[in-house]
C-alpha cells in the first residue's frame, strides 16, 4: 500500500507540474530567448562575414617616418604605407583631414614611444593604426632576422607539449577535469530550477487548507519522499528543454554561432571522479530538498518563507568566494572547512573532486556526512509537516513541535 501511494504521489505532483501552462512558459522562455540569440549572432556573422571578405584586400592608407632604420620599405608599401616626404606638417594634415595617419618610429624602440596620429573612425576602428604600426615592426624585424626559427623564438610563437604523471600514470589535463565538474553545474541548475517549487510543493495544500484531507491517507513520509522525487524527474524534465538548444547549435551550427571548437572526444572519463561527483550530487540534493521542504512545513506562506529561503540559496554561492584558493591551495583551513561544513560541502568537494585535490577519505567523509545530514533533513522535514501542516496563519513553532513528538 505504501508503494502504492508513493507511485501515486510522484504520478499526481509530476503530472501536476508539467500540465500547468506557466510552467511550460516559465520552461520555454530560456531556449526561445537563446533561440533568438543564436539567430541574432547567425545573421550578426553572416554580414561579418561578407564585410570581412569584403575588406580582405583593403588597405590602411598611411605614411611614416622611420628614424630606427628598422622597417623594410617594401613591407610597408605592402601594408599601404609611404615615406613622409614632410614630417614637419604630417599631424597638421591628419588634423585637417587631408592624411588619413601618420606613423613617427623613434631611433630607439625600447627608449622612445611610436606616436601614431589618424582620423577618427569611432573607438573600434582607431585601434587599426596602432595594430598596423605594431605589424609592420614585428614584420619588419622578422625579415632583418632572416630566419623563420628565430624570429618563433624571439617572439615566443612556438608550440610545446606538455606530459605529466601521477602514481605512476600518466595524468589528463582539462580532459579529466571538465566531466566531474558537469555534476556541479547539474547540481546549480537543479536547486536554483526547482528551490522555488520546493517551497511552493509544500505551502501550496497548506495555503489551499487541505493537507488535513490528504494526511488522513497518506503517511507524510511517503507525501514528502513523494515530492521530492517529482520534483527531481521535473528537473530533469526542465534540465534536457534548456540543454537543447545549446547541443543542437553546437552540433549543427558551430561555426555559423562563433562557438569554441572543443572536442569531446578528448574528454576522460574516470570512473572514481565520476563515482563522487554522483554521489556528492545527490547528497548535496537530498540536503538542499529536506532543509526547503522544512522550511515550507514550517512557514505559513511563501511570502514568510522567502525571508529563510534567500540565506539557505546564499551559501550555495559562498565558496566561489574562495574558489582561487580551492584550486590552489586547498589544504588552506578555510577550505578544509568549507569542505566539510554541510551546506558549502557539495560545492567545494565537487570542485576540488574536479580539480583533483580530494583524496578518497576525504571524499568519504564527505558523502557520508552528505547523506546523514540529508537524511535528518528529510526525517525533520517529515516531522515538521506532520505538525505544520494545518498551521494556515502562523509559523509552526519549533518547541511546540518537538514537544509533541515527545
Given at each position: 500500500?505504501?508503494?502504492?501511494?508513493?507511485?501515486?504521489?510522484?504520478?499526481?505532483?509530476?503530472?501536476?507540474?508539467?500540465?500547468?501552462?506557466?510552467?511550460?512558459?516559465?520552461?520555454?522562455?530560456?531556449?526561445?530567448?537563446?533561440?533568438?540569440?543564436?539567430?541574432?549572432?547567425?545573421?550578426?556573422?553572416?554580414?561579418?562575414?561578407?564585410?570581412?571578405?569584403?575588406?580582405?584586400?583593403?588597405?590602411?592608407?598611411?605614411?611614416?617616418?622611420?628614424?630606427?632604420?628598422?622597417?623594410?620599405?617594401?613591407?610597408?608599401?605592402?601594408?599601404?604605407?609611404?615615406?613622409?616626404?614632410?614630417?614637419?606638417?604630417?599631424?597638421?594634415?591628419?588634423?585637417?583631414?587631408?592624411?588619413?595617419?601618420?606613423?613617427?618610429?623613434?631611433?630607439?624602440?625600447?627608449?622612445?614611444?611610436?606616436?601614431?596620429?589618424?582620423?577618427?573612425?569611432?573607438?573600434?576602428?582607431?585601434?587599426?593604426?596602432?595594430?598596423?604600426?605594431?605589424?609592420?615592426?614585428?614584420?619588419?624585424?622578422?625579415?632583418?632576422?632572416?630566419?623563420?626559427?628565430?624570429?618563433?623564438?624571439?617572439?615566443?610563437?612556438?608550440?610545446?607539449?606538455?606530459?605529466?604523471?601521477?602514481?605512476?600514470?600518466?595524468?589528463?589535463?582539462?580532459?579529466?577535469?571538465?566531466?566531474?565538474?558537469?555534476?556541479?553545474?547539474?547540481?546549480?541548475?537543479?536547486?536554483?530550477?526547482?528551490?522555488?517549487?520546493?517551497?511552493?510543493?509544500?505551502?501550496?495544500?497548506?495555503?489551499?487548507?487541505?493537507?488535513?484531507?490528504?494526511?488522513?491517507?497518506?503517511?507524510?513520509?511517503?507525501?514528502?519522499?513523494?515530492?521530492?522525487?517529482?520534483?527531481?524527474?521535473?528537473?530533469?524534465?526542465?534540465?534536457?528543454?534548456?540543454?537543447?538548444?545549446?547541443?543542437?547549435?553546437?552540433?549543427?551550427?558551430?561555426?555559423?554561432?562563433?562557438?569554441?571548437?572543443?572536442?569531446?572526444?578528448?574528454?576522460?572519463?574516470?570512473?572514481?571522479?565520476?563515482?563522487?561527483?554522483?554521489?556528492?550530487?545527490?547528497?548535496?540534493?537530498?540536503?538542499?530538498?529536506?532543509?526547503?521542504?522544512?522550511?515550507?512545513?514550517?512557514?505559513?506562506?511563501?511570502?514568510?518563507?522567502?525571508?529563510?529561503?534567500?540565506?539557505?540559496?546564499?551559501?550555495?554561492?559562498?565558496?566561489?568566494?574562495?574558489?582561487?584558493?580551492?584550486?590552489?591551495?586547498?589544504?588552506?583551513?578555510?577550505?578544509?572547512?568549507?569542505?566539510?561544513?554541510?551546506?558549502?560541502?557539495?560545492?567545494?568537494?565537487?570542485?576540488?573532486?574536479?580539480?583533483?585535490?580530494?583524496?578518497?577519505?576525504?571524499?568519504?567523509?564527505?558523502?557520508?556526512?552528505?547523506?546523514?545530514?540529508?537524511?535528518?533533513?528529510?526525517?525533520?522535514?517529515?516531522?515538521?509537516?506532520?505538525?505544520?501542516?494545518i498551521e494556515y496563519s502562523r509559523k509552526l513553532s519549533l518547541r511546540t513541535a518537538f514537544a509533541r513528538r515527545r
Open positions: 500500500m505504501a508503494r502504492h501511494n508513493l507511485g501515486t504521489v510522484v504520478q499526481f505532483e509530476f503530472t501536476r507540474t508539467i500540465k500547468k501552462r506557466r510552467f511550460w512558459i516559465a520552461t520555454l522562455a530560456i531556449p526561445a530567448l537563446l533561440a533568438i540569440v543564436f539567430g541574432l549572432v547567425f545573421a550578426s556573422s553572416s554580414s561579418t562575414k561578407s564585410l570581412s571578405e569584403a575588406q580582405k584586400n583593403d588597405k590602411l592608407s598611411f605614411s611614416y617616418t622611420d628614424a630606427s632604420a628598422l622597417l623594410d620599405p617594401a613591407i610597408a608599401r605592402a601594408m599601404g604605407g609611404q615615406v613622409e616626404t614632410d614630417p614637419g606638417t604630417a599631424v597638421e594634415r591628419v588634423r585637417e583631414g587631408r592624411l588619413n595617419a601618420y606613423f613617427s618610429f623613434p631611433a630607439s624602440l625600447t627608449a622612445g614611444q611610436v606616436k601614431v596620429y589618424g582620423t577618427d573612425h569611432g573607438i573600434f576602428k582607431n585601434g587599426t593604426y596602432e595594430a598596423v604600426a605594431r605589424q609592420l615592426v614585428v614584420l619588419s624585424a622578422r625579415e632583418k632576422v632572416g630566419s623563420a626559427e628565430l624570429a618563433a623564438a624571439v617572439q615566443g610563437t612556438f608550440s610545446t607539449q606538455a606530459e605529466t604523471f601521477k602514481d605512476g600514470q600518466v595524468s589528463g589535463g582539462l580532459e579529466t577535469v571538465v566531466p566531474p565538474l558537469l555534476f556541479l553545474v547539474l547540481f546549480y541548475v537543479v536547486i536554483i530550477l526547482l528551490a522555488n517549487q520546493m517551497l511552493a510543493s509544500t505551502l501550496e495544500e497548506k495555503e489551499n487548507r487541505v493537507t488535513e484531507m490528504i494526511l488522513t491517507t497518506l503517511n507524510p513520509t511517503t507525501l514528502v519522499v513523494g515530492k521530492v522525487v517529482s520534483l527531481f524527474l521535473v528537473g530533469t524534465v526542465q534540465a534536457v528543454v534548456f540543454a537543447a538548444p545549446m547541443v543542437l547549435g553546437y552540433v549543427f551550427f558551430r561555426d555559423q554561432l562563433a562557438m569554441p571548437n572543443f572536442d569531446i572526444s578528448h574528454l576522460q572519463i574516470q570512473f572514481w571522479p565520476m563515482l563522487v561527483g554522483a554521489l556528492l550530487f545527490i547528497g548535496g540534493f537530498i540536503l538542499f530538498t529536506g532543509v526547503l521542504v522544512a522550511i515550507g512545513a514550517v512557514m505559513p506562506t511563501a511570502k514568510d518563507a522567502s525571508t529563510v529561503f534567500a540565506p539557505v540559496m546564499i551559501m550555495m554561492f559562498i565558496p566561489f568566494y574562495i574558489v582561487t584558493m580551492v584550486v590552489s591551495d586547498p589544504g588552506n583551513v578555510i577550505v578544509q572547512i568549507f569542505t566539510f561544513f554541510p551546506f558549502t560541502a557539495p560545492i567545494t568537494a565537487m570542485l576540488r573532486n574536479g580539480f583533483g585535490s580530494l583524496n578518497a577519505a576525504s571524499a568519504a567523509v564527505v558523502i557520508a556526512e552528505l547523506f546523514a545530514f540529508g537524511a535528518l533533513a528529510l526525517r525533520l522535514a517529515v516531522h515538521l509537516f506532520r505538525y505544520g501542516s
